[in-house]
């Protein structure tokens, strides 16, 4: 029988798995980007039952290599253009390591005081390095992700709009919640499991040509629906939309907000962290006067290991007030002091793990600095992107790109809009089975689009040339 893993044991493989993914790192850009594997070949290529007797950890990543890696679409290739990026990088990977390595669960201050302490003190980081105001200060916390923060800004708005009753005595009358077409699905999603329910959820127009939700149609929206007796909970404004990173007008929204008395939740999951860059701080317009909360993705764009989710909320009370819980075996002396933070009370679950190391790693590692020149080579790189694109009359660029994401389409003279569209996909299909590089796509002002999202660190300028190359002679 196969006991613990000494110490001595953990040293060894643990150097072999870092050689590993330091080898994987080398040899990244040979891989295939898109896995090809068949649903249920990986599946079939594992054992049905567990093992009886411990084997050996050689064993674990030799399948690894036979039945794992061939199902794996490598996120960190050169040429992964899809959806948004979730960079990693080795600084991330070692805090993550480090944290699995102390195995902490830092749901309460008083279960391992760093773990509260150091997420404080990075997400303050964090802040100032985004420009972000200084109501924020102290009041920063990781989730997993954009779409628990959503969740979490909408029952501490609920909590706000209802004096405490939403938690007390559940959800009477009519709560109203505001997104736009383009908002991300996660809104629709937390305004459902938060009881609001989907019918609720109200869509706002947006302005047809720049994807952007109408702060004129949302005052109409909200005042008719005040009229007929609904209470408005919650705005998301969006600063980088998912579709095509358009970025709603976040000081008219703030401003309709007030008037109604609505919190607004700032969803910058993939564009926030731009504003690491003064010439990209216009992110951050209309924050500082009007979000109730705010968050970014440090997972998506900043270098930092899924999973970790920043959000600031300017009212710490209505936050703790919808999600603090207290049963006895949880009461100790610290919490009952009022003197620390226990972050139970900022999220859903209880449980936390000790993800501020990875930020704090990465943030160290790089310094702002760093940072900056992660972020302004993928806009660079996008730039270029789209210049090579409008100068080519085969196709059609869209000109909003302020960050990593170019959505294009070639043009298909003469053919319908419906086999314009089918085209696209097709030319996607076969780009993407290539291997050589992996792209998304969306739907805007009724057209199909190619996405385009630059900004894994392996990117570098020829990458984007080759994929590039590549579109054109597939066409
Ligand atoms: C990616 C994205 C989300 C969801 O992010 P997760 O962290 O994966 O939940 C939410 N909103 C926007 C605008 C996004 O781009």
Not at 46 to 53: F, N, S
Not at 447 to 474: K, N
Request: aromatic residues 8%; proline residues 5%.
């Amino acid at each position: 029988m196969a006991g613990h893993m000494t110490p001595e044991e953990f040293r060894r493989y643990g150097k072999q798995v870092i050689d590993w993914i330091a080898d994987y790192q080398e040899k990244i850009a040979s891989y295939p980007v898109l896995s090809a594997t068949r649903p249920g070949e990986i599946l079939a290529g594992l054992p049905e039952a567990a093992p009886e007797r411990g084997e050996a950890f050689e064993d674990v990543l030799a399948d690894l290599e036979r039945v794992i890696m061939p199902g794996v679409t490598h996120w960190q290739h050169p040429g992964f253009f899809a959806y948004f990026p979730a960079n990693a990088s080795g600084p991330a990977i070692l805090g993550d390591l480090l944290s699995a390595g102390l195995g902490v669960q830092g749901m309460l201050w008083a279960t391992s005081p760093a773990c509260t302490e150091l997420e404080m003190r990075t997400l303050d980081w964090l802040a100032g390095l985004l420009g972000l105001p200084e109501r924020f200060r102290g009041a920063g916390v990781i989730q997993d992700s954009a779409s628990s923060a959503a969740l979490v800004a909408i029952v501490a708005a609920l909590h706000r709009a209802t004096g405490g009753a939403a938690g007390r005595d559940g959800i009477g009358g009519r709560h109203t919640v505001y997104v736009s077409s383009e908002t991300h699905s996660s809104l629709e999603k937390a305004a459902r499991v938060a009881g609001i329910g989907a019918a609720n959820v109200r869509v706002v127009d947006v302005d047809p040509a720049a994807l952007t939700m109408d702060p004129a149609r949302l005052d109409a929206l909200i005042a008719e629906d005040v009229a007929a007796g609904a209470v408005p909970v919650l705005v998301c404004a969006t600063v980088g939309t998912t579709s095509t990173t358009a970025v709603d007008p976040v000081p008219a929204i703030g401003a309709v907000c007030r008037r109604h008395g609505a919190w607004l939740h700032v969803d910058a999951a993939y564009a926030g962290v731009a504003a690491v860059c003064p010439e990209l701080r216009w992110v951050n317009d209309g924050v500082a006067e009007y979000a109730d909360s705010y968050a970014t993705d440090p997972h998506k764009w900043l270098l930092t290991n899924f999973d970790c989710n920043a959000l600031w909320v300017a009212d710490r009370d209505s936050l703790t007030g919808a999600l603090s819980i207290l049963p006895e075996y949880l009461r100790n002396q610290a919490s009952a002091s009022g003197e620390v933070v226990d972050y139970r009370d900022w999220q859903i679950p209880l449980g936390r793990r000790f993800r501020a190391l990875k930020l704090w790693s990465v943030i160290r590692w790089y310094g702002a600095e760093g940072l900056r020149e992660h972020v302004r080579t993928g806009v660079r790189l996008a730039k270029d992107l789209a210049g090579w694109i409008a100068d080519d009359a085969a196709f059609e660029v869209r000109d909003h790109h302020p960050f990593g994401l170019v959505c294009f389409r070639p043009r298909w003279e003469g053919r319908t809009g419906e086999e314009a569209d089918a085209a696209t996909l097709a030319l996607m299909e076969r780009l993407n089975a290539s291997g050589d590089l992996y792209l998304s796509h969306t739907r805007a002002g009724g057209r199909v689009w190619l996405r385009m999202a630059i900004g894994a660190p392996a990117t570098r300028d020829e990458h984007v040339r080759e994929a590039w190359a590549r579109i054109r002679a597939a066409l």
